[in-house]
């Protein structure tokens, strides 16, 4: 049946390609998507699938019954973009002024509408169930995966298989890794208020913007003194705002920075070290402080059977040239809710273009994909499932057998 897949997907490649490109021309912001799920919705009802709307808010879940019983199988793509204003110069650029898919969720997608299209063709040999999970809001903290996991997407569910697309990992790559894979990613917002006064006389102010500076720097001891060498952290401060005339020292200055770590008392570590920092630098320039710390999604820890059920499959599947144990990102993925809910994993799919002089990294205004990658990922995750369900589970796989 895995030859016949593959057949299928290789035949249906220019739709998967049209799919990804009509959807990278229109792209939506997270919790604004409006066309995109209907023309997801409306792929799966010519298919004759089963498709609930407005899952936990914009979300998709699209269900395919096999006619023999079995487990089943869960395969997720988010379909939000960006607010980045597209400079790539090709045919299919975004047409919606500083809205761009600069992360390949627009891939993600064709993959999963392909797949669900070739695998409704294996209907009749499916023992077992798939359940096309296609979220909303993946880049916007909350996030769509919590409120679609709180609205029964995962019921049933044995499983569930995620990949994403990397454009800067080589095509046909697949990167996996067992446990962390993922970093939780969470948001700050701190702004110190001093005293404002005439530039010539500092003397009977509280400058706020050396003492933020000293924050800044105070609070990169966090990582280097404060967190256990052998664990991993990241403190970044991503915007500083005094706004003054050029002979005005600032009343207040606004800081907002991001967080990422990879275990949950780091992660409480790391909250409560920036306000304690905070507090003494603000106290020994006698100024004031609030802080705010926003948790965003947890890490995404993949789990150990199912992600090592991935590394067996994948040598064999057609397109993969090469499978690696990657390290861990300090990226956010809130794929992290499914699995904190069922067993999976999710894993790198690389699409780099090839002979390009620059490959530009994601959430970049000239990010773009390798298109042949989708097939590899439609590969990977479609023997994935048919195996799943074949075996029932993930036992011991033969690799000598998926072809």
Known sequence: MLAKLYKLLEENYEEIVE???QLHMYPELSFE???TPKFIAAF???LGHEVRTQVGGRGVVATLRGSKPGKTVALRADFDALPIQEENDVPYKSKIPGVMHACGHDGHTATILALAKALNQLQDDLEGNIVFIH???EEYAPGGAIAMVEDGCLDGVDVIFGTHIWATNP????????GPIMAAADRF????????????QPHLTKDSVVIASQLIVNLQQIVSRRVDPIDSAVVSIGFFEAKNAFNVIADSVKLTGTVRTFKEEVRTKVENEIRRIAEGTCHAADAEFSYQFLRGYPATVNHKEETEFIATLAPKVPGVTNVVETQPQMGGEDFSYYLEKVPGTFFFTGAMIEGREVTYPHHHPKFDIDEKGLLVAANILG???LTYLKNNGVRAVDKEQLV
């Open 171 to 178: 095509l046909g790559e697949i990167a996996y890794r067992t």
């Open 44 to 46: 799966h009802k010519k």
């Open 189 to 200: 917002h701190l702004t110190v208020q001093g005293k404002g006064g005439h530039g010539a």
């Open 33 to 35: 998507e409006v066309e």
């Open 135 to 137: 979220q909303h809001a």
């Open 383 to 385: 023997a994935a499932t």
């Open 19 to 21: 799919i990804r490109r």
